[in-house]
């Protein structure tokens, strides 16, 4: 199955000519689930991919650069004539921030819930969940790790053939868990594989609850908003440098490093360096990449540029310089 990550929005509280406010899409088969819903998401949105009938917002804290763009979206899709439900989750307090916005959106017909987030509270949904965990910013703030459930081990069709059960239904009923001919699955069946996981972290100071929600993800999205250079600034304001992230992400034992809520005073490309002496598995997102998640026996998640002069996408490889 599908999963992706779209960068809407990848700087930090300013946006620059680049890069918006903070916003990532994510794509998991038919589920389109928004973390983050900066000023002009919308619009960002309606430039690349198209304003996805989304099933969830998750809001990581409620500082106006993580949801202002959300009030103007819920309008929209009213507009439109949007008929499934919509839920917007977020950290305590999110209710009462969007029910004083009621006369900006107001009621929409299709069904508009609004959920307080309490930490380690799972949102089930159809495969996986969407945790919160408490990060380090200023006021309640949520990171969120995407976790699908474990998949059924490998079925060796050869050695259950070999062992004389005849392919067909027989080999169905073995996958389910049953015994055929005195042939068990545990004999035929490999072990239960993890599904796949992606940690966001929203706005935070280094913290070890990222590492343990992130261990050995796939893919770890960490806020870099400033350059090593800049440290001090970090942590009076709640926030990490490249090289504190990278070594979050190392600690945390994860496939793939992205960084992003970049100050508007870096380009990109010194942010990519610092955390890659670090964690060399790293890449910084620009608007409009998305990073593709195969399942771990299928490859590496793989960052995919937009082109914006050309409207193409391309791969590219961990060692290539971060553009600006």
Not at 48 to 77: E, N
Not at 168 to 194: I, S, Y
Request: net charge negative; proline share 7%.
């Amino acid at each position: 199955m599908e999963l992706s990550l779209f960068f809407a929005g990848t700087a930090g509280s300013v946006p620059s000519a680049r890069r918006g406010l903070p916003a990532v899409l994510v794509r998991r088969g038919g589920d389109r689930v928004l973390i983050d819903c900066g000023e002009g998401t919308q619009r960002q949105l309606v430039r690349s991919v198209g304003l996805a009938d989304l099933t969830d917002v998750f809001l990581t804290h409620l500082h106006a650069d993580h949801w202002l763009g959300l009030p103007g979206m819920l309008k929209s899709f009213e507009l439109r004539d949007r008929e499934r439900p919509l839920t917007v989750h977020g950290p305590p307090g999110t209710s009462a921030t969007l029910e004083r916005l009621r006369p900006v959106f107001g009621r929409p017909r299709y069904g508009l819930g609004i959920v307080d987030l309490q930490d380690d509270e799972p949102v089930e949904r159809d495969g996986y969940a969407i945790t919160p965990f408490a990060v380090r910013h200023r006021g309640a703030a949520f990171g969120y790790a995407l976790v699908e459930e474990p998949r059924p081990g490998r079925f060796d069709a050869a050695l259950a053939e070999r062992l004389g059960v005849t392919p067909g239904p027989d080999f169905g009923r073995l996958q389910r868990g049953e015994t055929v001919d005195g042939v068990t699955p545990q004999q035929v069946v490999g072990q239960t594989r993890a599904g796949r996981r992606v940690v966001f972290t929203g706005d935070t100071a280094p913290t070890d609850a990222v590492v343990v929600a992130a261990h050995r993800a796939d893919v770890l999205v960490h806020e870099a908003t400033f350059a090593h250079e800049d440290a001090d600034r970090a942590a009076r304001t709640g926030h990490s440098t490249a090289r504190q992230a990278a070594q979050v992400a190392a600690d945390a034992e994860v496939r793939l490093l992205a960084l992003t809520h970049l100050s508007s005073r870096y380009a990109g490309g010194e942010i990519c360096d610092e955390a890659r002496a670090v964690f060399p598995d790293t890449v910084v997102p620009r608007d409009f990449d998305t990073i593709d998640v195969p399942l771990p026996e299928r490859g590496e998640p793989e960052l995919v540029r937009f082109n914006r002069e050309a409207g193409e996408r391309r791969a590219v490889t961990r060692t290539e310089e971060a553009p600006a």
